[in-house]
């Protein structure tokens, strides 16, 4: 148990739809990130929240997009579904925003986009 | 950027044996350096993390990692494995900065035979 809960845990979609995943972060952090996971990969950074704000991004395009609200629960949404966004969506938090801070994950949200 | 490497994507010991698996990174400035495993369809789990306090780290479920600076290496170990070891292992790197982001490698799947 890391403290770090997300929803759904399974979903279903259909190419061009869009989708929002939620995340209650570890109490105590302020700092909320998501990761993708494709089929046999390691996870991938889609983007860091720290107090609302997103300050760091990885090589997603603009419809993957987030929130951070103030008690830093999160939501990520993506838009125009496309078949390569199935996958094992996971979110993390932590105590504070730099690096080296450790990370907690929470168990995923599978989506899958037919 | 950094990047990290694990060597073998497969690998299968028998129950009590020793577990090695091998993860090297590339970095010109020492990195935050985790392991992280994670059972079947579940969220990652931190096995431990090097932060130079110690060359040598100790994690949970009896798991430990020795940082080789010379050799760009944090190799996971464990004396005797165990059928619950079973599970895929992700080795991963902080960047240095203001974001806690992290870059994961491929993973090693790890499968213990009675």
């Known amino acids: 148990e890391t403290g770090v809960t997300q929803s759904p845990t399974h979903l279903i979609k259909t190419r061009g739809q869009q989708v929002t995943l939620r995340c209650s972060s570890q109490?105590?952090?302020?700092?909320v990130s998501w990761y993708q996971q494709a089929l046999g990969q390691g996870p991938q950074f889609i983007f860091q929240?720290?107090?609302?704000?997103?300050?760091g991004r990885g090589n997603f395009p603009p419809r993957f997009s987030g929130l951070q609200f103030p008690n830093y629960s999160s939501e990520l949404n993506v838009n125009a579904l496309e078949l390569d966004d199935s996958a094992l969506y996971l979110c993390?938090?932590?105590?504070?925003?730099?690096?080296?801070?450790?990370?907690?994950f929470g168990e995923g949200s599978w989506l899958t986009v037919v | 950027a950094q990047s990290v490497t694990q060597l073998g994507s497969h690998v299968s010991v028998s129950e009590g044996a020793l577990v090695l698996l091998r993860c090297n990174y590339s970095?010109?400035?020492?990195?935050?350096l985790f392991w992280y495993v994670q059972y079947p369809n579940q969220g990652l789990q931190l096995l431990l993390k090097?932060?130079?306090?110690?060359?040598l780290v100790k994690g949970i479920n009896g798991f430990e990692a020795e940082f080789k600076k010379s050799e760009t290496s944090f190799h996971l170990t464990k004396p005797s494995a165990h059928m619950s070891d079973a599970a895929e292992y992700f080795c991963?790197?902080?960047?240095?900065?203001?974001?806690?982001?992290?870059?994961f490698g491929t993973g090693t799947l790890l499968a213990v035979q009675p």
């Open positions: 993390a938090s932590s105590w504070d925003q730099g690096s080296g801070n450790t990370i907690y």
């Open positions: 090097y932060t130079s306090a110690a060359t």
């Open positions: 929240y720290y107090r609302e704000e997103e300050n």
């Open positions: 970095s010109s400035v020492p990195p935050y």
């Open positions: 991963a790197v902080s960047e240095s900065g203001a974001t806690n982001k992290l870059i």
């Open positions: 109490s105590g952090h302020n700092t």
